[in-house]
């Protein structure tokens, strides 16, 4: 039976009414990819410059820049075997080195109710009732704290004072690194056990560097390589419990303390309060110069 003129018209209309719709729904479904991908790149843009100007006020603050320099003076002073000895005045009494490191780590005292919440709140490596507390703050992603920490500079210190200085450790991770907040409230969940087991997740994780290797499973991988039930850290890591305890951290550092960059370390005569920050990575001698100080 042979088609008419009519009905084979019909079917070319209808292919052509099919094809048309094919293509009318892959436009349509491309146009809502492209829109949804701007959208997804311009909140990313508004993310970055956000955060992009939150760091360069930091590294624009006269407080970094300070540190930074009396951190790279510390540094060349030990590399030529000088120390740290005081300078001889400078033309138009400029500032020296050693006036400014006297500015810098002047004596500041907490009340004892800002003490006995610090204390109680410490994972503390050593003696808990040592004369002087180091209290480290660090962020699990920042470069500078993986080589402070790595460097065993605080971990000498104790060893050297023996039960006479103790180290704890604070979580302050930075907004524009974005593991550092999951890799702090790990490390709260092996706080649970003791602060032993708090600094063996620390240093795990460090060693994973974060800031070159890091994506949301590191923190389960170094759980599973220290054998804790994977659905129990899991549960912990997703508690909120974990994340108020580090906004409690920050808060710490930052109001109490009046710094915002890591690494950072509050050196505390925990017989009277007084303390001594240092808002950066110096080296033994400048710790032991302060913690001296305070055990007189």
Not at 66 to 76: D, G, N, R, T, V
């Amino acid at each position: 039976m042979q088609m008419t003129s009519k009905q084979h018209m019909q079917q070319v209309i209808i292919f052509f009414v099919v094809v048309i719709t094919i293509v009318c729904w892959f436009m349509y479904f491309q146009a809502n990819r492209i829109i949804a991908q701007i959208q997804t790149n311009e909140s990313q843009k508004v993310w970055w410059e956000e955060n992009y100007k939150m760091i360069q006020q930091i590294y624009n603050s006269d407080g970094f820049k300070q540190q930074q320099k009396a951190s790279i003076q510390q540094a060349l002073s030990q590399m030529n075997g000088q120390g740290t000895q005081p300078n001889q005045p400078t033309a138009n009494n400029q500032p020296t080195p050693s006036n400014q490191w006297a500015e810098e780590t002047s004596i500041k005292k907490l009340s004892l109710d800002q003490l006995k919440k610090i204390k109680d709140d410490a994972y503390i490596l050593g003696n808990k009732d040592a004369k002087v507390l180091i209290l480290e703050y660090s962020d699990l992603q920042c470069p500078f704290c993986k080589r402070h920490f790595e460097s065993k500079t605080l971990e000498t210190i104790v060893s050297k004072y023996q039960w006479q200085v103790s180290k704890a450790m604070r979580q302050f991770p930075l907004s524009f690194h974005p593991y550092a907040q999951k890799a702090g409230e790990g490390a709260e969940c092996f706080a649970q056990w003791d602060a032993e087991k708090y600094f063996t997740f620390v240093g795990a994780i460090f060693a994973k560097d974060l800031n070159t290797n890091g994506n949301d499973q590191v923190i389960y991988e170094v759980n599973k390589q220290l054998w804790w039930n994977e659905s129990s850290f899991k549960t912990c890591v997703e508690s909120w419990k974990n994340s108020q305890r580090i906004k409690d951290q920050m808060a710490e550092w930052s109001t109490l303390f009046g710094i915002s960059w890591t690494p950072g370390n509050v050196i505390i005569n925990t017989e009277n309060g007084e303390y001594v920050v240092l808002a950066w990575a110096y080296p033994a001698g400048d710790f032991e110069k302060i913690i001296d100080q305070f055990l007189k």
